[in-house]
């Protein structure tokens, strides 16, 4: 049984004086950065902190490729219209992680900074809504409550059709697809929110549809009361996947109430957001 373990060194061979000498910071940056790509971006910023070996491997390309959307070239392409040339990967994760505009300002594309997945909200400009020219039923609302700065307010309406779409290279993954909503229209007095809920009524009658398609041919479709007022609320209309086939995806969704037997008021519409399945749950937060 000794024979077998013959290899292993005595104690006397142990360089114990070099080992207790070491510090952290001596571990060859090659290593350092081979345990942060196993890391959330979050930790791999607060570890850059801990000395220069730590500063050093935390910029490696690797590390920061391991953190990017496989396709993130694609994504470049799409949210700039003058691709940054030169910038090592980690700047294009800092990059890709502002909530950068797109389709005139219609539209906001960003990296989550915890997963690095992407996510997109589209401003209520980028929606189609009936009777959106008219001010008797709709007007738009300058707020900091949105991303985007303003809303839009529906008055009151018999009929109720809010559509978009979007066509985006999406990274495979599950998405899924929210409208941003809230019954009354929030203002502050003395620095206190306050709620004008003057206009909401007609949405506990019939229920409201969601409906969403993709070019790949999911669909999905859910019914919901809206009863809570002055309280922005992210209501879920469905999933969709992307498994990586093609370069493009091309989302429909709409949202209606068209039943006429009965007018609906006092509704906000904010945009409508795009968040990969993993951070839905921040969403109720």
């Known amino acids: 049984m000794g024979s077998v373990f013959s290899f292993l060194p005595t104690r006397k061979t142990i360089p114990t004086t070099s080992i207790t000498q070491m510090g952290i910071g001596d571990l060859p940056e090659g290593c350092v950065a081979a345990v942060l790509s196993h890391l959330d971006p979050p930790d791999i910023c607060r570890l850059a902190t801990l000395n220069r070996a730590f500063y050093g491997a935390s910029s490696a390309d690797f590390v920061w490729e391991s953190k990017l959307p496989v ?74 409550e949105s991303r985007f700065g303003k809303i839009a307010y529906l008055q009151q309406t018999w009929w109720l059709e809010v559509d978009g779409e979007v066509d985006f290279p999406f990274p495979p993954g599950t998405y899924s697809l929210f409208f941003r909503l809230q019954l009354g229209y929030s203002s502050k007095r003395f620095g206190r929110k306050i709620c004008n809920d003057q206009h909401v009524h007609g949405w506990d009658i019939k229920p409201v549809q969601f409906k969403l398609s993709t070019s790949a041919g999911q669909e999905a479709i859910s019914h919901v009361f809206f009863g809570e007022t002055g309280k922005w609320i992210h209501h879920h209309v469905g999933d969709f996947v992307i498994d990586g086939s093609s370069e493009k995806t091309k989302i429909r969704f709409s949202m209606t109430q068209i039943d ?20 839905e749950e921040r969403l109720k937060h």
Not at 86 to 115: A, E, F, H, P
Not at 260 to 279: F, M, N, R
Request: aromatic share 8%.
């Open 71 to 144: 396709n993130y070239e694609l994504l470049i392409d799409r949210v700039f219209d003058n691709p940054p040339l030169g910038l090592c990967m980690r700047d294009i994760y800092s990059l890709l992680c502002r909530k950068n505009d797109i389709d005139d300002g219609t539209k906001k594309v960003w990296l989550d900074k915890v997963t690095g997945k992407t996510c997109l909200s589209i401003s209520s400009d980028g929606l189609s809504m009936t009777g959106i020219g008219d001010r008797r039923y709709w007007n738009r609302i300058s707020t900091d």
């Open 260 to 279: 006429c037997t009965h007018t609906k008021g006092g509704l906000c519409i904010d945009s409508v957001a795009i968040y990969p399945k993993e951070i």
